[in-house]
């Protein structure tokens, strides 16, 4: 890696192309505070080199990643990495864009009911083509279960 790094997470991403696919593997955010807690770093399989590309909207650690789609790599919760405080936010970035424009943005999240709340060492993983089960975290220690629609940007807790 380019950045030394605690508190990240890991991705995945295999990209398929008309005559070949690709593999890239995404290492997201870091507990240290500085600039380096928004970094983002992609290591190219073939090519057996790590690239930086675009930072994150917000510093973060302890965070959880899922790749959703086999397109779409959602950063949720975790820690600002400048003040210690819980998240609440999402973040997404488009893998199928150009490695050198991907670009995070920010998900605008309805929280129905009011029931989401920052978390930190959180987990979630792609239940189908349109949710994401994102379970338990640490702000008290929580374990609670929400559902997460990727195409409304509904959040929604589970009984």
Not at 8 to 34: C, M, N, V
Not at 55 to 75: A, G
Not at 97 to 125: H, M, Y
Request: charged residues 30%; hydrophobic residues 30%.
């Amino acid at each position: 890696m380019v950045n030394p790094r605690s508190g990240h997470q890991l991705a995945h991403l295999h990209r398929k192309f008309e005559f070949k696919t690709k593999d890239y593997i995404y290492a997201i955010g870091s507990k240290y505070p500085d600039e380096t807690s928004k970094k983002c770093e992609v290591y190219d399989i073939a090519k057996d080199k790590w690239f930086e590309i675009c930072d994150l909207t917000q510093p973060r650690h302890y965070h959880t990643v899922t790749v959703h789609d086999s397109r779409y790599i959602y950063v949720i919760g975790g820690r600002d990495s400048m003040n210690e405080t819980p998240l609440e936010s999402i973040e997404r970035l488009d893998g199928y864009a150009d490695l050198f424009k991907q670009k995070w943005e920010p998900v605008p999240i309805v929280n129905k009911d009011n029931a989401w709340s920052p978390r930190d060492t959180l987990g979630s993983f792609a239940l189908n083509d349109s949710e994401i089960l994102i379970y338990g975290g640490d702000y008290g220690w929580i374990s609670d279960c929400f559902n997460f629609n990727t195409k409304t940007n509904v959040i929604t807790r589970m009984e």
